[in-house]
């Protein structure tokens, strides 16, 4: 069955840096979304690749998917302390015929201003 | 109010009894789901249904009863509450990929 673990589980960066967190899976994709979660909130939705894609941009944020090594990124260049939250994967499980997803363990990111 | 909401947003309960997490979403999506998130272990899945009166289980979903009589609810019942139970649990729905997620429920059992 699907899993995903990320990597690092915490990160701690100065205003400005970019942040790099990694995802990697199990089994085979159709689609890997992002997600932000603020402390003590519910996730929100950052973007979607899909597996025949290799990068997508939204905004400051950088998406790449190597399904040849089963692995994700997610790079938030210009960091402002506001992006502070813990970002998830979600992988979906193609052979299940529907739209659940599994959740990667998260990376807890830290921006000090 | 347009969204998914989540009663009680806090619970505390005592080992042994019943608890039901309230779960209601405005949109009419056809997928909803439970997580529960834990220290160490991120969201995992307890169950989802893909339309009215149609579930499944998820990862986790041992000691949970789920029903879906009406598509903008999604309740989630602890027969028989354990402390290994206590968590904090998300309900989301989603038409399609992207899953819009409620304030969250966290339950304490004692």
């Given at each position: 069955?699907?899993?995903?673990?990320?990597?690092?589980?915490?990160?701690?960066?100065?205003?400005?840096?970019?942040?790099?967190?990694?995802?990697?899976?199990?089994?085979?994709?159709?689609?890997?979304?992002?997600?932000?979660?603020?402390?003590?909130?519910?996730?929100?939705?950052?973007?979607?690749?899909?597996?025949?894609?290799?990068?997508?941009?939204?905004?400051?944020?950088?998406?790449?998917?190597?399904?040849?090594?089963?692995?994700?990124?997610?790079?938030?260049?210009?960091?402002?302390?506001?992006?502070?939250?813990?970002?998830?994967?979600?992988?979906?499980?193609?052979?299940?015929?529907?739209?659940?997803?599994?959740?990667?363990?998260?990376?807890?990111?830290?921006?000090?201003? | 109010?347009?969204?998914?909401t989540q009663s009680?947003?806090?619970?505390?309960?005592?080992?042994?009894?019943?608890?039901?997490l309230m779960c209601?979403?405005?949109?009419?999506?056809?997928?909803?789901?439970?997580?529960?998130?834990?220290?160490?272990?991120?969201?995992?899945?307890?169950?989802?249904?893909?339309?009215?009166?149609?579930?499944?289980?998820?990862?986790?979903?041992?000691?949970?009863?789920?029903?879906?009589?009406?598509?903008?609810?999604?309740?989630?019942?602890?027969?028989?509450?354990?402390?290994?139970?206590?968590?904090?649990?998300?309900c989301?729905?989603?038409?399609?990929?992207?899953?819009?997620?409620g304030p969250g429920t966290?339950?304490?059992?004692?």
């Amino acid at each position: 069955s699907q899993q995903g673990e990320e990597d690092p589980q915490a990160l701690s960066i100065q205003e400005g840096e970019n942040a790099t967190m990694n995802c990697s899976y199990k089994t085979s994709i159709n689609n890997l979304q992002w997600y932000r979660q603020n402390s003590g909130r519910g996730l929100v939705h950052l973007i979607l690749i899909r597996s025949n894609e290799r990068e997508k941009h939204s905004g400051r944020l950088r998406v790449t998917l190597d399904t040849s090594k089963k692995s994700s990124s997610l790079l938030i260049t210009a960091s402002r302390a506001a992006d502070t939250a813990s970002y998830f994967c979600a992988m979906d499980e193609p052979l299940s015929g529907t739209y659940k997803y599994i959740f990667g363990t998260g990376t807890r990111l830290k921006v000090l201003a | 109010d347009a969204g998914i909401t989540q009663s009680p947003r806090y619970k505390i309960t005592e080992t042994g009894r019943q608890v039901t997490l309230m779960c209601h979403q405005t949109w009419s999506h056809s997928y909803m789901f439970w997580y529960r998130q834990d220290l160490g272990h991120g969201l995992r899945l307890i169950y989802y249904s893909a339309a009215a009166d149609i579930t499944d289980k998820g990862e986790v979903p041992d000691g949970y009863v789920v029903s879906r009589s009406k598509t903008e609810n999604f309740p989630l019942t602890l027969e028989s509450a354990t402390r290994s139970q206590t968590s904090v649990y998300f309900c989301a729905s989603s038409e399609v990929h992207e899953q819009f997620f409620g304030p969250g429920t966290r339950l304490t059992v004692l």
